[in-house]
């Protein structure tokens, strides 16, 4: 993934993106070519310093094969996103539109793990969106049933890639006036972290004020 300098992230950061975004899109790496699958990962605890997520593919999906052969993969999680108006920008006409977001791409590889821990994390998992249905709580015959119908997997992860696009390259002016906008058209979440980054003073290098955004 190409990641400008002043849009770059660091690890710990990238992980944050990629725990609250947890919907990712799977791509085989060394698999068939173009196979990819849309899934929820679950970022688990460190263990020993090694980056694991927890994910499952249905016992139907090709893409499942590759965990009894230790596939590789990229997994790709998209954080809010939205459109940039030129007309945001001290001096509209010396620029253009684009996008701001945040994107994280994981390389790991594949690894099959035991049905009494899929259950433990499919448990742990269900209990992050539930507050009354738990999964102890179907007969043991369903969660029977359910086992045999997916191919659960430990996510190990290579590389960490993160960026993070929220108009750094801009002066905080101009910034302000984005998250503004971008909160009138409706993307909230993308102008909170644009706010964030001003009032925290975490934004990157030296402003290109006035020249094209570097996308």
């Not at 950061?13 to 990819?36: C, H, Y």
């Not at 016992?59 to 596939?71: F, L, R, Y």
């Not at 259950?119 to 007969?139: C, K």
């Amino acid at each position: 993934m190409y990641v400008p300098k002043q849009f770059q992230i660091s690890e710990s950061r990238a992980l944050d993106i990629a725990s609250k975004n947890e919907f990712a899109t799977l791509v085989d790496i060394n698999g068939q070519p173009g196979q990819a699958s849309h899934l929820p990962l679950l970022l688990l605890p460190a263990d020993a310093g090694k980056i694991k997520f927890f994910g499952h593919f249905a016992k139907a999906n090709p893409q499942s094969a590759n965990v009894a052969k230790a596939g590789r993969v990229l997994a790709i999680f998209t954080g809010p996103h939205g459109y940039v108006s030129p007309l945001w920008y001290d001096k509209a006409q010396a620029n253009v539109g684009t996008w701001d977001y945040q994107a994280v791409h994981i390389l790991g590889k594949l690894q099959a793990i035991s049905n009494d821990e899929a259950l433990h994390l499919m448990r742990q998992f269900s209990e992050n969106y539930e507050d009354q249905w738990t999964l102890d709580a179907m007969p043991e015959k369903s969660r029977r049933q359910l086992l045999a119908a997916i191919v659960p997997f430990v996510l190990q992860v290579e590389t960490i890639t993160g960026v993070s696009k929220l108009s750094q390259n801009r002066t905080k002016t101009e910034q302000a006036h984005i998250a503004e906008k971008l909160s009138l058209n409706g993307h909230l979440e993308l102008a909170a972290l644009i706010s964030h980054n001003i009032s925290n003073s975490i934004n990157e290098p030296s402003y290109l004020t006035g020249e094209l955004p570097n996308d």
